[in-house]
């Protein structure tokens, strides 16, 4: 079966009371349950970690290789400083959907860099919680035709 890594980082572990006029009042719990209903009817394995830390993002990535067959990371701030981070994502050479809740490029200019961008498959943001299922998508499409 094809497996999925969805991986937080930083302070997403606080979604629902974290500036709910940017980022919505649905949890990370929610999200995650929402991703494993989503997954089981569309015959995926999906496995969820978050970290507030770079490097144990980067050590999941790592671990990643082998096990999972493709990633949705929302990087959360790292993706705008994490140079460690593209090279992780480089390294393993898995498919990778940068996701974001928020539009990115709506929003602070500092937050118009992306340093997943260049090493994601494509990048999901600005649609809220439903990016998370619109990833799981696309990052299916992605995998059911590079295996077809
Ligand atoms: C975010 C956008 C980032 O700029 C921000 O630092 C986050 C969340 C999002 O999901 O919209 O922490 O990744």
Redo the contacts with the bound molecule.
């Keep these: 079966m094809t497996s999925i890594l969805v991986l937080n980082?930083?302070?997403?572990n606080l979604l629902g009371q974290r500036q709910p006029e940017v980022?919505g009042t649905t949890t990370l719990a929610d999200i995650e349950a929402a991703c494993a209903t989503y997954a089981k009817a569309s015959g995926l394995s999906v496995t969820c970690a978050q970290s507030n830390h770079e490097g144990a993002l980067i050590d999941a990535i790592h671990a990643a290789k082998g096990v999972h067959d493709g990633i949705i990371l929302?990087?959360?701030?790292y993706?705008?400083s994490s140079i460690a981070l593209m090279d992780a994502i480089a390294s393993v050479e898995l498919p990778v959907v940068e996701?974001?809740?928020?539009n990115?490029h709506a929003?602070e200019s500092f937050?118009h860099k992306s340093y997943i961008a260049p090493v994601a498959i494509g990048q999901i943001?600005g649609f809220g919680a439903d990016g998370y299922l619109l990833a799981l998508d696309a990052l299916k499409a992605h995998l059911d035709r590079s295996t077809a």
């Design positions: 980082g930083p302070n997403l980022y929302n990087a959360g701030a993706t705008h996701l974001h809740l928020s990115i929003r937050r943001c």
